[in-house]
């Protein structure tokens, strides 16, 4: 794991998502559709880039899971399930994809680990 610099990193890409996000025309017209009820403790929902959109849940308890045409596909981008905190409220906070996910295959996991401390640590997806 690498601290040093993947924090500027992941500041840097959150900071760019944020600056992205509040440039977009707003929706007048906004809408809820369930997802899915599957999910035990989801904190956050990451996207690759269109063509191949693909949505990744974090869970809290430590699992990314992957989404596609609104179905959990069963596949795992990460599984850090015992490798988080068990007793605090939050163990895996975060995840943010490169921009270049979909080449790269990198990605960063914000999380508490068992000893507790606060954790940014980079991981590579599998090629599937």
Same mark, same amino acid.
């Given at each position: 794991?690498?601290?040093?610099?993947?924090?500027?990193?992941?500041?840097?890409?959150?900071?760019?998502?944020?600056?992205?996000?509040?440039?977009?025309?707003?929706?007048?017209?906004?809408?809820?559709?369930?997802?899915?009820?599957?999910?035990?403790?989801?904190?956050?929902?990451?996207?690759?880039?269109?063509?191949?959109?693909?949505?990744?849940?974090? =869970?809290?308890? &430590? %699992? +990314?899971?992957?989404?596609?045409?609104? !179905? #959990?596909?069963?596949?795992? *981008?990460? =599984?850090?399930? &015992? %490798? +988080?905190?068990?007793?605090?409220?939050? !163990? #895996?906070?975060?995840?943010? *994809?490169?921009?270049?996910?979909?080449?790269?295959?990198?990605?960063?996991?914000?999380?508490?680990?068992?000893?507790?401390?606060?954790?940014?640590?980079?991981?590579?997806?599998?090629?599937?």
């Amino acid at each position: 794991m690498v601290r040093a610099g993947v924090n500027a990193t992941l500041l840097a890409c959150l900071l760019t998502f944020s600056a992205a996000q509040s440039s977009a025309q707003p929706n007048t017209a906004t809408s809820a559709r369930l997802v899915s009820d599957d999910l035990e403790h989801p904190v956050a929902i990451v996207t690759t880039a269109a063509p191949k959109q693909t949505l990744y849940i974090v =869970d809290r308890d &430590g %699992s +990314v899971l992957e989404m596609r045409d609104r !179905r #959990l596909t069963g596949a795992e *981008l990460l =599984d850090l399930s &015992g %490798s +988080v905190h068990r007793t605090q409220r939050h !163990r #895996l906070m975060a995840v943010a *994809l490169r921009p270049d996910f979909t080449v790269s295959r990198l990605f960063y996991a914000y999380y508490n680990d068992v000893q507790g401390d606060a954790i940014v640590a980079q991981f590579k997806a599998n090629p599937d």
